[in-house]
């Protein structure tokens, strides 16, 4: 099985900045891609950003330009780089690893971390 420890949120000004982290662990071997999903309340789970173990990334567009997906394949662990965030950021993000490489849509191959809460004030 798969384990994943999010890390790195908490309460920030619009403008500022977060970084989060997300560390796997047991079989991660057949891992093809790892990345985040956000949920704020009211709202359905949607993609912020994904990165594959090559190095390919996506962003979805309202955070481009903003945030930046990166990892550590030797440590299975990801990061998310958050700038000039906005109260519309406020969610609670959900590390993800999958065993596809495409994970715009979530699916049944997907592994999920408790998640870690963001909250941008006005």
């Known amino acids: 099985q798969v384990q994943l420890v999010e890390s790195g949120g908490g309460l920030v000004q619009t403008g500022g900045s977060l970084r989060l982290s997300c560390a796997g662990s047991?079989?991660?071997?057949?891992?093809?891609?790892m990345g985040w999903y956000r949920q704020a309340p009211g709202k359905q789970r949607e993609l912020v950003a994904g990165?594959?173990?090559?190095?390919?990334?996506i962003y979805a567009d309202s955070m481009k330009g903003r945030f930046t997906i990166s990892r550590d394949n030797a440590k299975n662990t990801v990061y998310l780089q958050m700038n000039s965030l906005k109260p519309e950021d406020t969610a609670v993000y959900y590390c993800?690893?999958?065993?596809?490489?495409?994970?715009?849509?979530?699916?049944?191959?997907?592994?999920w971390g408790q998640g870690t809460q963001v909250t941008v004030s006005s």
């Open positions: 990165i594959t173990s090559g190095g390919s990334r």
């Open positions: 993800y690893a999958s065993t596809a490489a495409v994970t715009t849509t979530i699916n049944d191959y997907m592994y």
């Open positions: 047991g079989n991660m071997f057949s891992i093809k891609a």
